[in-house]
């Protein structure tokens, strides 16, 4: 069963950076896409990135172009959300999600098969 663990949420300034973490268990010897979602109160869930298994491909949403960056480490199952320049419209809770795809290309479906709980961020001064 393939299970993802979000972390590294918290509380940061405008102008601050934050690094969320996504640690994934349960994979197969198969090709998975990973994406970052994330939901603020009262919105709906945005797609904001995804990454392919390969590394090689990768998807920002406009909101985020520029100041957020994907990045993976196959060998260590874990995925990364680097976000910096952050404002206060970023905050929400952040997911990652993962599903089986072609290794070169990546998606940001919101029928994804596994997702994580989220973790918290908070954009304030």
């Known amino acids: 069963q393939v299970q993802l663990v979000e972390s590294g949420g918290g509380s940061v300034q405008p102008g601050g950076s934050l690094r969320l973490s996504c640690a994934a268990s349960?994979?197969?010897?198969?090709?998975?896409?990973i994406g970052w979602f994330r939901q603020a109160p009262g919105k709906e869930r945005e797609a904001i990135a995804c990454?392919?298994?390969?590394?090689?491909?990768?998807y920002y949403a406009d909101s985020v172009k520029g100041r957020f960056t994907i990045s993976r480490d196959n060998a260590k199952n874990m995925v990364y959300l680097q976000m910096t320049r952050l404002k206060p419209e970023d905050t929400a809770t952040y997911y990652c999600?993962?599903?089986?795809?072609?290794?070169?290309?990546?998606?940001?479906?919101?029928?994804?098969?596994?997702w994580g709980k989220g973790t918290l961020v908070t954009v304030s001064a």
């Open positions: 990454i392919s298994d390969s590394d090689t491909h990768t």
């Open positions: 999600a993962t599903d089986r795809y072609d290794e070169y290309d990546c998606k940001v479906d919101y029928g994804m098969d596994y």
């Open positions: 349960g994979l197969t010897q198969e090709y998975y896409s």
